[in-house]
């Protein structure tokens, strides 16, 4: 998960997502929002959204790693996509993060679970005009039942294809 782990990575970078970071959209997201969830691995991120944030899931898929099989993202009625995508493959210029999202956010307003640093690399600045919130989750502990937390900071990022102005940075408070 960490670039300073000597963990092996797991296929798929699937780690199921604790409640913990989704709890930190509460003030973004309403009841009622419906959302598509295009990474849904076992389905914690969508059960935590419907169970603590009152949110519908309309489309829920588990994403091959090639961005580019979403066309049944153009046809959902969704307000909000929310994922936690692979993250940037070491040497991969950010992909299949950075696909991931520029697909995503053509079509809806997309929400992100990524490392905090992602915002710091090369590959971010083409799509940091289209990146409207940055909110600071911390450390999260990935490994349910584990006495630690992941190595690098959190955040989620919603972008937004019509948006050009850059991010507004949240910190932890909101």
């Known amino acids: 998960m960490g670039k300073r782990s000597d963990f092996e990575r797991r296929d798929r970078d ?4 604790p409640v ?11 009841p009622g929002d419906r959302f598509a969830e295009p990474c849904v691995g076992e389905g914690d991120l969508r059960r935590h959204l419907t169970e603590h944030l009152g949110m519908v899931c ?4 588990d994403l091959p790693l090639d961005a580019r099989n979403l066309p049944a993202l ?19 210029r950010g992909e299949p993060t950075v696909e991931i999202i520029r697909t995503c956010m053509a079509f809806r307003m997309s929400w992100f679970l ?18 409207r ?5 911390g450390r999260v502990q990935w490994i349910p039942d584990s006495s630690m937390t992941g190595k690098d900071n959190c955040a989620w990022y919603l ?16």
């Not at 309309?58 to 898929?61: E, R």
Request: net charge neutral; aromatic share 14%.
């Open 14 to 17: 699937f780690y199921p997502t």
């Open 20 to 30: 913990e970071p989704v709890l930190k959209l509460k003030p973004w997201l309403r």
């Open 58 to 61: 309309v489309w829920a898929s």
């Open 74 to 92: 153009a046809t959902v009625d969704a307000d909000y996509i929310v994922t936690n995508p692979p993250w940037p493959a070491i040497g991969q």
């Open 114 to 131: 990524l490392s905090a640093d992602f915002a710091h690399n090369a590959y971010f600045r083409p799509i940091e005009k289209h990146c």
């Open 133 to 137: 919130r940055i909110v600071s989750v």
């Open 159 to 174: 972008f937004s294809e019509r948006h050009t102005e850059g991010p507004r940075f949240h910190n932890m408070e909101g």
